[in-house]
């Protein structure tokens, strides 16, 4: 059964093969993505403090800053030296923060790669785990938002310092030297405890497990833990002077509780008596004895998890188990059909929530593929040691509720890939043709048919950050669509802007003093603004842009740019907005010139407004919204995000920005009506009928959208137009009615055109 374990060259060629198109399938995905990225949430206040702190603090102050955990809102140092040596080094665009967190997250799949391999795993249970955990849409956030970075390094100082902990540990079964890769052991784990946030503590407790575990017998659990005793005393230095400091939201323990200035030498000291506590008692312990402490420390681990997780309520002690398998069957769900999970989910929401579709198949599947797991390694139990109790911390430190957000995922993917992954290949293995041309094309069926999922799990990727893209980018939409406005005019005019001669008026900032009050950014300096001009641009230069400056007279070489409202007008005062402009010269032509009135608006149709040309990116048409937004329209769409910022956020920034996209939405709206009316005045009722229909995709409800298209200046004083306007009747609404009556195939003609 186990000969599949075993590869050939033919075999791991083909799994090379898939793994360098995944690869360059995901580097187009990638590309794509970030062609029309930007900002998001938390970075709106994060980016610019760390680039005001940088440009105004001088280098001891910085240095400080950046090795201290405090204050709170700043998060871990690693976090902080991240944001602070990515605009140093390589400047503000956000392209570069992702640049740098997909690289440390595909390290993150070779560490995970090697771990598996070096505990006793086939090259494909090896590859395949690296593959899936690779592609995994369910944790794409991690790498994709900036800020979730604390979370991937994490994973990734795990992952390393268990390769080097099981390299030192061989070395020494084996006899041979290993005081090199011991001190690198050390240092790497003191690095980590440095920088990351105190979720590294799983890494110890893994560690010691597999000592107690793993070990030969008591005498080899005894020496081990004697080795690597210098490891745990690292966590009594700056992980508990960060949990001192700033306290831990996620365990319910804020700092205050540790106000004395005794704290740290007090738990220094417990930390440092119960470590060498235990090493008495594994001292101590005979063969029997060592046996209860395995035992007991089991039963510390889950009996802390029932705690934490039942809180004393039987119910969901009975639960339990439920509980304990939901992540799995839900991330096999996921993963099976991520492309459903993206349409399922709800687009308006923020920090890309996850939920996890659970059924009795996949709960099933993933019970059949957790055995397969433990069967594959059944003669090497460290793998399933590091996994089991790596699972149980995260369960700890992780209440999967449904949904999670995004990030989160990354500390429980390296597990779900491993298990999945060997249960897969368990399973298969009874399928063992005798011939050697059946068994590659066994291998080449297996390869196409998981390379095929994990290709879909990227597409998903792709697919669910454009469906919330707006909800994740809504405050700074203005900023967006001013930026690239003023982008397409630099392309019209031919002259290259120079930033320091350049002014922009009017521009409404982001009131960082009353959003984020910690932060000691002045809204005043259109931090946000500056960032996202650098990446429309790409020109760090940008950042020297006036923005709201008196403008000084005498110099004509001056380019000058003022807002107002949906109108982005240029030195002259004409609107720069091609759109906009196109559609109020068609509607100031009808009732004069018709032919060129219908010419003008068609021109503006085939232009687009910004949002539409934010939204539907790539070939996206209109018809394509309803991939975006499912029942309702798109000014529905766009309210319900904007009470989800209501709710956290307030005051003129909203208001502007609401009023600014309904204005682009009315503006479409009434130039598709009249191109209707203009095609049924020139006789073609078909064209006529297909404008008219449009209008559902924007206001889905045909007697609001009537009465309020009565209500404007140009048709409210038109007898034909309001006479064309009762000729129509709610059939032509054909959107949301027919809503129930999109197919599979609808979507999948979609995604195919999209993707190519």
Same mark, same amino acid.
């Given at each position: 059964?186990?000969?599949?374990?075993?590869?050939?060259?033919?075999?791991?060629?083909?799994?090379?093969?898939?793994?360098?198109?995944?690869?360059?399938?995901?580097?187009?995905?990638?590309?794509?993505?970030?062609?029309?990225?930007?900002?998001?949430?938390?970075?709106?206040?994060?980016?610019?403090?760390?680039?005001?702190?940088?440009?105004?603090?001088?280098?001891?102050?910085?240095?400080?800053?950046?090795?201290?955990?405090?204050?709170?809102?700043?998060?871990?140092?690693?976090?902080?030296?991240?944001?602070?040596?990515?605009?140093?080094?390589?400047?503000?665009?956000?392209?570069?923060?992702?640049?740098?967190?997909?690289?440390?997250?595909?390290?993150?799949?070779?560490?995970?790669?090697?771990?598996?391999?070096?505990?006793?795993?086939?090259?494909?249970?090896?590859?395949?785990?690296?593959?899936?955990?690779?592609?995994?849409?369910?944790?794409?956030?991690?790498?994709?938002?900036?800020?979730?970075?604390?979370?991937?390094?994490?994973?990734?100082?795990?992952?390393?310092?268990?390769?080097?902990?099981?390299?030192?540990?061989?070395?020494?079964?084996?006899?041979?030297?290993?005081?090199?890769?011991?001190?690198?052991?050390?240092?790497?784990?003191?690095?980590?405890?440095?920088?990351?946030?105190?979720?590294?503590?799983?890494?110890?407790v893994i560690i010691f497990a597999h000592i107690l575990f793993c070990s030969k017998d008591k005498k080899g659990s005894q020496i081990n833990y004697n080795r690597w005793?210098?490891?745990?005393?690292?966590?009594?230095?700056?992980?508990?002077?960060?949990?001192?400091?700033?306290?831990?939201?996620?365990?319910?323990?804020?700092?205050?509780?540790?106000?004395?200035?005794?704290?740290?030498?007090?738990?220094?000291?417990?930390?440092?008596?119960?470590?060498?506590?235990?090493?008495?008692?594994?001292?101590?312990?005979?063969?029997?004895?060592?046996?209860?402490?395995?035992?007991?420390?089991?039963?510390?681990?889950?009996?802390?998890?029932?705690?934490? =997780?039942?809180? +004393?309520? #039987?119910?969901?002690?009975?639960?339990?188990?439920?509980? %304990? $398998? !939901?992540?799995? *069957?839900? /991330?096999?769900?996921?993963?099976?059909?991520?492309?459903?999970?993206?349409?399922?989910?709800?687009?308006?929401?923020?920090?890309?929530?996850?939920?996890?579709?659970?059924?009795?198949?996949?709960?099933?599947?993933?019970?059949?593929?957790?055995?397969?797991?433990?069967?594959?390694?059944? =003669?090497?139990? +460290?793998? #399933?040691?590091?996994?089991?109790?790596?699972?149980?911390? %995260? $369960? !700890?430190?992780? *209440?999967? /509720?449904?949904?999670?957000?995004?990030?989160?995922?990354?500390?429980?993917?390296?597990?779900?890939?491993?298990?999945?992954?060997?249960?897969?290949?368990?399973?298969?293995?009874?399928?063992?043709?005798?011939?050697?041309?059946?068994?590659?094309?066994?291998?080449?069926?297996?390869?196409?048919?998981?390379? +095929?999922?994990?290709?879909?799990?990227?597409?998903?990727?792709?697919?669910?950050?454009?469906?919330?893209?707006?909800?994740?980018?809504?405050?700074?939409?203005?900023?967006?669509?001013?930026?690239?406005?003023?982008?397409?005019?630099?392309?019209?005019?031919?002259?290259?802007?120079?930033?320091?001669?350049?002014?922009?008026?009017?521009?409404?900032?982001?009131?960082?003093?009353?959003?984020?009050?910690?932060?000691?950014?002045?809204?005043?300096?259109?931090?946000?603004?500056?960032?996202?001009?650098?990446?429309?641009?790409?020109?760090?230069?940008?950042?020297?842009?006036?923005?709201?400056?008196?403008?000084?007279?005498?110099?004509?070489?001056?380019?000058?740019?003022?807002?107002?409202?949906?109108?982005?007008?240029?030195?002259?005062?004409?609107?720069?907005?091609?759109?906009?402009?196109?559609?109020?010269?068609?509607?100031?032509e009808i009732g004069f010139n018709d032919q060129e009135a219908k010419h003008l608006l068609e021109m503006a149709i085939r232009e687009k407004p910004f949002l539409l040309?934010?939204?539907?990116?790539?070939?996206?048409?209109?018809?394509?919204?309803?991939?975006?937004?499912?029942?309702?329209?798109?000014?529905?769409?766009?309210?319900?995000?904007?009470?989800?910022?209501?709710?956290?956020?307030?005051?003129?920034?909203?208001?502007?920005?609401?009023?600014?996209?309904?204005?682009?939405?009315?503006?479409?709206?009434?130039?598709?009506?009249?191109?209707?009316?203009?095609?049924?005045?020139?006789?073609?009722?078909?064209?006529?009928?297909?404008?008219?229909?449009?209008?559902?995709?924007?206001?889905?409800?045909?007697?609001?959208?009537?009465?309020?298209?009565?209500?404007?200046?140009?048709?409210?004083?038109?007898?034909?137009?309001?006479?064309?306007?009762?000729?129509?009747?709610?059939?032509?609404?054909?959107?949301?009615?027919?809503?129930?009556?999109?197919?599979?195939?609808?979507?999948?003609?979609?995604?195919?055109?999209?993707?190519?």
């Open positions: 059964m186990f000969k599949m374990f075993k590869s050939d060259n033919n075999s791991k060629g083909m799994y090379y093969f898939g793994g360098v198109c995944l690869f360059i399938s995901f580097c187009i995905m990638l590309y794509k993505v970030l062609s029309n990225f930007y900002y998001e949430t938390d970075l709106w206040w994060y980016i610019p403090t760390m680039f005001y702190h940088l440009h105004t603090m001088p280098k001891g102050e910085l240095i400080k800053l950046l090795i201290l955990p405090t204050p709170v809102m700043y998060a871990i140092p690693f976090l902080k030296i991240y944001a602070v040596g990515v605009l140093a080094f390589l400047g503000p665009q956000i392209v570069n923060f992702i640049y740098v967190s997909v690289s440390i997250f595909f390290l993150c799949s070779f560490l995970l790669f090697f771990l598996v391999k070096r505990m006793g795993g086939s090259f494909q249970i090896s590859f395949l785990s690296a593959v899936v955990f690779a592609s995994s849409y369910v944790h794409f956030q991690a790498y994709m938002w900036p800020i979730a970075i604390q979370h991937l390094i994490i994973v990734f100082f795990i992952l390393l310092t268990l390769n080097l902990y099981l390299i030192t540990d061989s070395y020494v079964e084996k006899g041979v030297p290993y005081r090199k890769f011991y001190v690198l052991t050390l240092a790497v784990n003191f690095l980590a405890t440095a920088l990351c946030r105190i979720n590294i503590i799983m890494l110890p005793l210098p490891l745990f005393v690292t966590y009594l230095f700056y992980p508990l002077f960060t949990l001192i400091s700033v306290g831990d939201h996620k365990l319910g323990l804020p700092a205050t509780i540790f106000s004395s200035r005794l704290s740290f030498p007090i738990l220094f000291l417990l930390g440092v008596t119960g470590i060498f506590l235990l090493k008495g008692i594994l001292k101590l312990c005979n063969e029997k004895n060592i046996k209860f402490v395995k035992g007991f420390f089991l039963l510390a681990l889950i009996g802390g998890l029932c705690c934490l =997780r039942c809180q +004393g309520d #039987i119910l969901k002690y009975l639960m339990l188990p439920y509980a %304990v $398998l !939901f992540p799995f *069957a839900g /991330s096999l769900g996921v993963f099976l059909d991520p492309i459903q999970n993206v349409l399922g989910s709800n687009s308006t929401m923020f920090y890309y929530p996850i939920y996890l579709p659970v059924s009795m198949f996949t709960a099933a599947i993933m019970a059949f593929f957790i055995v397969g797991f433990i069967k594959s390694f059944m =003669r090497k139990k +460290g793998l #399933i040691v590091i996994l089991f109790i790596w699972y149980i911390l %995260v $369960l !700890f430190r992780t *209440a999967f /509720s449904n949904p999670t957000d995004s990030r989160y995922f990354i500390y429980f993917t390296p597990i779900f890939s491993v298990v999945f992954s060997s249960g897969l290949i368990y399973g298969y293995s009874f399928f063992n043709p005798g011939k050697r041309f059946l068994r590659i094309s066994k291998d080449v069926f297996l390869v196409l048919v998981i390379f +095929g999922f994990c290709f879909m799990n990227i597409s998903a990727i792709r697919l669910r950050m454009w469906r919330d893209k707006l909800g994740n980018t809504f405050c700074i939409y203005d900023y967006i669509r001013i930026a690239n406005i003023i982008k397409e005019d630099e392309r019209t005019v031919g002259e290259r802007i120079v930033p320091q001669n350049t002014y922009i008026d009017n521009v409404v900032a982001l009131p960082i003093e009353k959003w984020w009050g910690f932060s000691p950014v002045d809204s005043r300096g259109y931090y946000n603004f500056r960032l996202l001009l650098t990446q429309v641009f790409n020109n760090k230069e940008m950042m020297k842009v006036n923005i709201n400056k008196k403008i000084p007279l005498g110099n004509k070489d001056y380019r000058i740019y003022s807002i107002e409202g949906a109108r982005v007008n240029n030195k002259e005062g004409k609107n720069i907005d091609a759109f906009s402009r196109l559609f109020k010269e068609g509607e100031g040309k934010y939204l539907l990116e790539g070939s996206a048409n209109l018809t394509d919204l309803r991939w975006l937004y499912g029942d309702n329209d798109l000014r529905i769409w766009v309210n319900k995000i904007l009470y989800r910022y209501m709710d956290g956020y307030s005051g003129d920034k909203l208001d502007s920005l609401n009023m600014l996209i309904n204005q682009e939405i009315d503006e479409y709206v009434q130039c598709l009506f009249y191109l209707s009316y203009l095609n049924y005045l020139l006789g073609d009722i078909e064209k006529s009928e297909y404008w008219f229909s449009r209008i559902g995709f924007f206001e889905s409800n045909y007697n609001r959208a009537i009465i309020w298209l009565r209500e404007q200046p140009l048709v409210a004083k038109d007898k034909k137009m309001l006479s064309f306007l009762n000729n129509f009747d709610n059939s032509l609404w054909s959107f949301n009615s027919n809503w129930d009556r999109i197919g599979f195939l609808d979507f999948e003609r979609f995604l195919l055109r999209w993707e190519i």
